[in-house]
């Protein structure tokens, strides 16, 4: 890994100070930077797909949805019958102990990270070899198949929905609900963002640009694609697991297609928000992240009943108008900022040439 | 999972038949998507969503109190200046890019289409009632409603109209000739912008129509467009592009499967297993490929 320079720790150790001191700031939106921070992870894990792999995937929803009900079944499972406590709808027949949620919910979401991983290990080899739109629609496909066939399942709730355990009622601290799932979810995007940027700095990264850029002559180079491709995806696959199984915790109650599985916000969401900030950059998500909750925050209200079509044409003018995103704007503003070195007669030529 | 229908043959015929019956109207929809896909290389997402629009156009003039039957011909109609619309207003801006740029853009538009719907029409589950009867096969065991039958009957009708309108008018030719290479066409004197337009309206009027059936055979609601817009794709990735026999061919196959999978797994699996089944194909299809050393552009 490349040093850290002096300007980027300063950057770094602001972030992570405002991060921490967040909650106490702002207290009364917790709930939303907690949202923020699982938004911000997706759209990171999504962009190693769609930004450097260049496979533009909707089917990390499926990961995101698994480890929602992985988490939410282990945290049940480890102490409680699941088939009673979803046939009952969680109604208080069981209760448990703050000791008993925190270890549920510990080893829940190591196996909503674990499996997630797993599934993408082993389906990967099959639909990964798909190029292009069909790849695209096939991942389109496996997210809405799995809401539609977890929606058939008597033994997480079916169509009824899955309550996940409320948060021990010994603890007292009114606030202390919404700081866990804020720190549980802050810790997920410092450790993602860490991961990523590592990526960025290594060979696999660059690996996986040539994927992107020529999958056919990467393979000439002797680079064996189908291995870069599947570990990449599992990364993905490790991360929207547990932002699962941290957002299944907070919004405490789990349906298929709307919540878990839900292709129709959050898959696309983590899409929208990586084009927004701009594909391919490090950067790029994170603030397309921050900026499309803002937008999201700030004017769901105000278009109550709206918002599907607002999000709707948002796709379309960002898409249409917008593909290369903020970052991929600044950079052809700004191309020295980016260390890219522009010799100036070249560009003299190419205006010419124009 | 229920075995049900092995022990009972005449449910097995039932479901043929109501499977047949359906695939000839999946199979027009298909046909649909297999033109503009072919003619400008774009993926629809929104084409389940023009269909159930098109159904509601038949639906609102059934409760105009006219019969629903009228809406295949004034529904397609509407349908046509609609996608004519959606072209101009977005669509040309997509058709010369990457694919998933209009996937993604599509997919907006059908997330727009599907609240704007529910805005008008209302998130209930609504059905235009045709009165057209039932016919019962086979001693009363098998029945049939009428609407089906009728549905099938048109969706074949306007299927052999386009193949003939496509063959001999000069729209039809044009748009043949802008399919198999639009820089030549357009040397030669075709307008493509007026071709593509045209496509992507013919394209919306075909599934005006197939909406219009669904209205009176089975159920319309806001947000059931995907699963059209799925069956269409797999129709035409297993058919290929511009082969109308093997659309209504693998139509049928798809409506056989569906049915055959509501009565084994439960239709509360049904449309998984379609979604399944479009993972399934794309996978074999990957392995097929693969095996003979080619690959997809």
Redesign the interface.
Known sequence: MEKVKQKDLILYSGLIILGLAAPYLFSAFKVQLTYLCVLIVLAMTWNLQGGEMGY?TFGNILFYGLGMYLTASVQVGMFFPLAEWTESGGEKTFVHTTAQYFQGIGVGLLVAAIIPTIIAGAIGY??L??????F???T???G??A???A??IEIIG??QGFTTPPFPAEIVDAEARGKFFYFLSFALLIGTFVFVRYIYSSRFRLILNAIRDNE?KAEAMGIQTMKYKIVGWMCSAFFCGLAGGIMGGLIGYIDSTDVAFDG?EMG?FM?LMA?LGGKGTLWGPVIGATLFHFFKEGLWTLIL??Q??A??????VI??YF?EGLMGWLREKYPERFGEVIDEKDRKAQVELK | MDFLIFKAPMLMVQASLDGILLGILFALIAYGMALQWGVMNI?NIAQGDLVILGGYIAYTIYLWGIHPAWGVIISPIIMFFVGWGLYKL?IN??VD?D???S???T??????????MN?IFGADVVVAQSEYGTTMLFDNSVTLPNSKIFSAFISVLYAIALVIYMRKSKLGRAIRATAQNARAAKILGVDTEKVYAATFGINAALCGIAGALISITLTLHPYVG?PYT?RS?MIV?VAGLGNLPAVAVSGMGLGLFEEFADYIL?T??R??AV??L??LI??Y???KL?RKRE???
């Open positions: 533009n099959a639909i070899g798909l190029r292009g739109h069909y695209a629609i096939c389109l496909g496996l809405i198949a809401g539609e066939i929606g058939g079916a169509g056919d129709r696309v899409v084009i009943g709206w599907y079509v999000l709707g044409v948002l796709i379309v898409v249409v593909p | 993926i977005v801006k997509v890019r694919l998933f740029i996937i993604l853009a997919f907006g538009i059908a997330i727009v289409f599907q609240q704007l805005f995907l799925v794709f990735i439960g509360e699996f449309i998984g979604f399944l479009l993972v794309l996978v299809r990957r392995f693969s690959y997809l552009k």
